[in-house]
């Protein structure tokens, strides 16, 4: 039997690397690095994450078993972070970790990385393409060339990832496919008291977008489509799209569009559960995959989405869990729209789909020991 200082040793630490967590901030890739860090923890990982905070720095422990160190964020441009505090304790967080996990994008933590002459195993998580910072990117590119030229191992979450992004057609050779996965969570019924508040609330079929109101989630399409078709929607979540967005719908004269600033975790599988269908209108590949997507589909809620070679049609299959369409496209998101109100048996099948599709691809305790291969491999 093995004494604690034993089993201690035996551990593999990992340090997960990412410019924000929960719960300051509720986007899919913080999900992915929660799911990620409390399910290895049962197969023997001592889990880190080192990331930024806009509170007090702090260190905490979650329920769940793993650490997270946050620094004070001194600096936000251009969707980076940056943190003295974070640069001077960088190359000591690292020191403590068997393994690296890098989080990209966050060219900050690259710069970390490449001052600091990390030599330790490193597998990056490429989340996204950098989009939007065009200028940016191109004095960038040298750095992230080192950088990727450095570590051991890429994962990407889709095969259209895969495909699609110039970075990873560079580095194909320590490039594999590692799927998202989130905790599973029962399929609520529809009876659920939550659910049918929802219903009472918002009507018993209404569409649904949560997630950031960001620039490239496209709401203003989704916006610009309910234009002489005005169902019943409710757009669920905060951020810096949020005011010009709400003047839109002013504007269009729509009087079934509801804005709910703020949904709990705890809220949302009911909230999901009780939409009749989750409109996902993002337009630019920045979204490289839509892990509220998986939401929608682990409570068999069907999907319209847009076509942007990235994951989100490797979630949302087109006539099979719901409708896919051309980005950027008002009145092609429209028609999908019209055909979920028209074909009430589309909708009911396409939903039982997406429920399987889950089911089969998209558990955490999946994704969680196809990363503890990585892991593995790397040591």
Known sequence: MKCPEQEEKDRMRVLHVFKTFLPDTFGGIEQVIHSLASHTQPFGVENRVLTLTQHQPRTEVDPSGYTI?????DLYVA?????????????????????VHMHFPWPFADLCYELARVRKPTVVSYHADIVKQVFLNKLYQPLLNRYFSHVDV???ASPGLLGTSPVLKRFKDKTRLV???IQQADRLAGDDPDVVQWRNRFGNRFFLFLGALRYYKGLHILIEALKGRDYPVVIAGKGSEGDA?????????LNNLHFLPEV??????????AAYGFVFPSHLSSEAFGIVLVEAAQQGTPMISCELGTGTTYVNQHERTGLVVQPSDPEAFGVAMDTFWQHPEKVCVWG???LQHFDKHFKAEVMAQEYLAVYQSVL
């Open 69 to 73: 160190v946050r620094h004070k964020c």
């Open 179 to 181: 799927t998202y996965g």
């Open 352 to 354: 039982a789909q997406a």
């Open 79 to 99: 969707s980076t972070g940056f943190s003295w505090q974070f640069f001077v304790n960088f190359k000591k967080e690292i020191e403590w970790a068997d393994v």
């Open 154 to 156: 890429i994962c990407a």
């Open 264 to 273: 709990s975790p705890e809220q949302k599988p009911s909230l999901m559960r």
């Open 245 to 253: 967005l709400k003047a839109q719908a002013l504007a269009a004269g």
